[in-house]
């Protein structure tokens, strides 16, 4: 029988737990561990042999692990909280082998009855699979696993321990200096509709439906801005319409297109002239390497805040130098005022790509950009004509419908 087929009581935290981890307090079990253990199949007792047993001998990496861990002070809070837990509590070492009769095949003499457990070797996938990634693409595997790389681990919380103890006392113990991993995008839980999702009683929302039916960069933009960074996050479908309707639409996609449909109703669809004004390039230069510094980090909520920071900037710029008056009153500085719009909205559509690349895609094409991580500017003269809405406005009365769906 598997670990997870066991259910008990967690030893830590005394809630109802599976016997490889408990999903409450992130505490990683051994079945025997855990308090009135039955099957979750049968709902029967369970009665543990004994059997020899190859172990992770984590406590003897104990001295490298600590000094690793302890430079890693820009991970995510729950990351580090998780992880000097498990040091505060002291690292032991962990059985590896299972009575299975699948997974992978134990190499030692005497084992032959035995598998690697998954939680054990799984990790190690990162190893295998960029190897054969390396092989394809023709790059050096030493390459992606010496000092000059960067590795992003990417997971739910309940799979912390398994990446900031488990991973790097396996590479440690591989004793040839393999890269450790460097950051650890550690999410925190995500509820739907103030509930945990559970695709066994259909309280859940499947990924090819909601894509069929949505813009993608709209689902985008909620996970991003309303991702579980830092904390749990509800995805509701009134918020995700709000959000849609009121930054998407509203904010973002109203500036872009009231900016560039001025200009080709009024210019001809011509680029005015105009000088970028030195607030506006002072912004761009700066928004670049906070928002690259922020992506490099994993702080995605805190990029795509910065960028809508700058959104709201440029619809009170719009707003306060009132093209629709100065067209008649003051070309010149009708010109200028639109120019810098455009300059804006370059920089926001190259900025916005990682995270909207669908609509992003659109406005590199309409201002003639180039596929390239800089700062942009709009030659003056650029000829645009055929631009399309980026973002539809959502019926409330989805909500409903989409509520309904659910359980």
Not at 103 to 117: L, M, N, Q, S
Not at 365 to 375: D, G, R, T
Request: net charge neutral; aromatic share 10%.
């Amino acid at each position: 029988m598997t670990d997870r087929l066991v259910k008990g009581i967690c030893p830590k935290c005394g809630k109802e737990t599976r016997g490889d981890q408990c999903d409450h307090c992130g505490m990683i079990l051994e079945s025997e561990t855990v308090i009135k253990p039955v099957c979750s199949e049968c709902g029967n007792p369970i009665d543990f042999l004994e059997t020899n047993q190859l172990y992770i001998a984590i406590s003897k990496l104990e001295p490298q692990l600590l000094s690793y861990l302890s430079s890693k002070t820009h991970w995510r809070k729950n990351a580090i909280a998780f992880t000097k837990r498990y040091i505060d509590e002291g690292l032991r070492d962990r059985a590896i082998m299972r009575n299975l009769d699948w997974g992978i095949d134990v190499p030692k003499k005497g084992y032959e009855d035995k598998k690697i457990y998954i939680w054990a070797e799984n990790v190690l996938g990162y190893l295998s699979v960029s190897k054969v990634a390396a092989e394809r693409r023709g790059i050096q595997f030493k390459d992606l696993w010496g000092d000059k790389a960067r590795h992003y681990y990417v997971h739910g919380k309940d799979n912390i321990p398994f990446h900031t103890i488990i991973l790097p006392a396996l590479l440690l113990a591989h004793g040839v200096n393999l890269h450790l991993p460097d950051d650890i995008i550690s999410s925190e839980y995500l509820t739907l509709e103030g509930r945990k999702i559970s695709t066994s009683q259909n309280w859940a929302i499947w990924m090819k439906d909601i894509v069929e039916k949505y813009n993608p960069d709209s689902i985008r933009y909620f996970f991003m801005a309303n991702g579980p960074e830092k904390r749990d996050t509800d995805f509701s479908w009134r918020e995700f319409v709000e959000r849609n309707n009121n930054e998407l639409l509203g904010s973002y996609g109203n500036f872009v297109n009231r900016t560039l449909a001025f200009i080709i109703k009024y210019n001809d669809g011509t680029i005015p002239k105009g000088t970028v004004e030195d607030e506006i390039k002072n912004r761009i230069d700066n928004i670049y390497l906070e928002v690259s510094k922020n992506i490099e980090d994993g702080h995605f909520k805190d990029a795509l805040e910065s960028i809508f920071d700058f959104v709201r900037f440029g619809n009170k710029y719009y707003d306060s130098r009132e093209p629709w008056k100065t067209r008649l009153a003051d070309k010149e500085l009708c010109d200028k005022a639109l120019n810098n719009c455009v300059q804006i909205i370059a920089n926001l559509a190259v900025l916005l790509q990682p995270f909207l690349p669908f609509s992003s895609e659109k406005i590199i094409h309409w201002l003639n950009l180039k596929n390239e991580w800089k700062p942009q500017y709009v030659q003056e003269g650029l000829k645009i004509s055929d631009i399309s809405i980026l973002f539809e406005r959502l019926d409330q009365r989805i909500i409903e419908e989409e509520k309904k769906k659910l359980g």
